[in-house]
């Protein structure tokens, strides 16, 4: 034996141990990956038979043993490369059924059979015979047409493989590109090589793609320990990443895209590919042009926003947090959930909380939590509070005269009359019963007053009409104005509204009284 056939044999059985050794190690730690494991130690353990029978092949002294080692190779030569497009598919997520695996392997069957029947019919090898000039263990083939079939299979799929390695590039997160590289020359080494041999650039007598093997073993054990194959991979983003409800954008340290989720998809559907790598600023221009309201460098963040995505009207809310390796900052996850749905409960029982359910304007409630504010800055700024308190004069004759429905009418009545009469910027709510409140922020008692008296003649010119009956209405105002004094509160204020009120009822009804340092005066 040849020191340089030596050489031949050591490197195809270095290859044949580092594949066998990442078969066991996988094995082992199989607890420790996703089911991606299974296909690679299976594609590992047909370059282990692989690579063994070929270094046992260069010690065959005949032709026969030469034949015999053939066929133990192609127990494993013709699977592994649909089993490593079958692991290549599954790590970057592109779904694998069992008839895309039956095709995949159904050829190397074949091959495997026609190349231990092939004496039969020579459809393989049209001849297969010891190299005339070098001697065993060299040989010399004439191919068949099954070869051809075979030889296209085989390249096929590693060309396959490793065209959806570059298409995923530019997808795929920086921390996954390491583990792509790895894995593009683990399939462009083989594919090279096997190239190389079939147009004859390769040492003459024997097939040279063992021999390079160990290369692409060293690079998948450097993916495994260094960039965590199999256990931090894009796989998971199939399992995990597209599944979750909530939308998931992905950019890099620069804010350009580099991925996102199908529920990002669905919730702006002008997502796409095309997008992956621009400015995220300049894409979220196009979904909305209201971007002043959202940050990116508001990081570890919670913003809610409401988009008019296609009318829909959609509420989201947008958290923001950073992807950091240590301190080093690699990127930013946005995250965006839906909250139409909790915002409408939320509004719902905020007017159930805050407002009147009969005549849909602020309760007693809401007006002290909203008018006490009004008075803490009214003291702050050191300008008026003014309060109207006004009733419907003569309710209780309506109610037992008409019954409670018709009632029930005329508050609603009266609540849209003032509605349409109230400035924008005045509170106005149901105090109790028939008696409602306005209050006035920054205008004095005579602007109180010339309100309350437009909102009395508005209401006493428009009669409520239900049915057949037309009943006439009247309502009775009290105003008082903040004193000013840090130590008043809103009920004294109210208190003193309430007492002008009371004098107006008591000198005939229809009318606007206002307090005054504790006497009232008609206006």
Known sequence: MTSQLTTYITLFCTSGILNLYLCIYVYLKRHQYTNIKNSFSLYCLSITIYCFAAAFGLTASNLQEIKLWTIVQYIGMPFSSPLGLLFIMQYLGVKVTKKRVILLLSIPFISLIMVATNDFHHLHYKELVVDPALGAPYSVIEIGIWYLVHGMHTFGCMLAAFLLLILRWKETAKMYRPQIIALMFGQLVPMVTAFLYLIGATPPGFDPVPMVLWLTSILYLWAISSSRLFTVMPIAKNAIFHSISDGVIVLDEENHLIEYNEASKRMFPRLNKTLLGKDFYTIWQDIDEDLEEFS?????????????????????????????????KKGLLIILTEITELKRLQSQLEQQAYFDELTQVYNRRAFFQHCGQKLIDAKENQTPLTIILFDIDYFKKVNDTYGHLIGDHLLKHVAKVCHKQIHKNALFARYGGEEFVIAIEGDAATKGVAVANEIRMKIASE?????????????????????????????????NADLALYEAKEEGRNRVHVYSEGKQFTS
Request: no cysteine; charged share 25%.
């Open 463 to 495: 009669p409520l009409a239900v049915d057949d009956l037309v009943i006439s209405i009247t309502a009775s105002f009290g105003v008082a104005q903040s004193s000013g004094d840090l130590d008043e509160t809103l009920t004294q204020v109210l208190s």
């Open 296 to 328: 990116l460098d508001k990081v570890d963040t919670s913003q809610e926003m409401k988009f008019e995505i296609e009318a829909s009207g959609k509420i989201y809310q947008i958290r923001t947090s950073p992807l950091q390796h240590g301190d080093e």
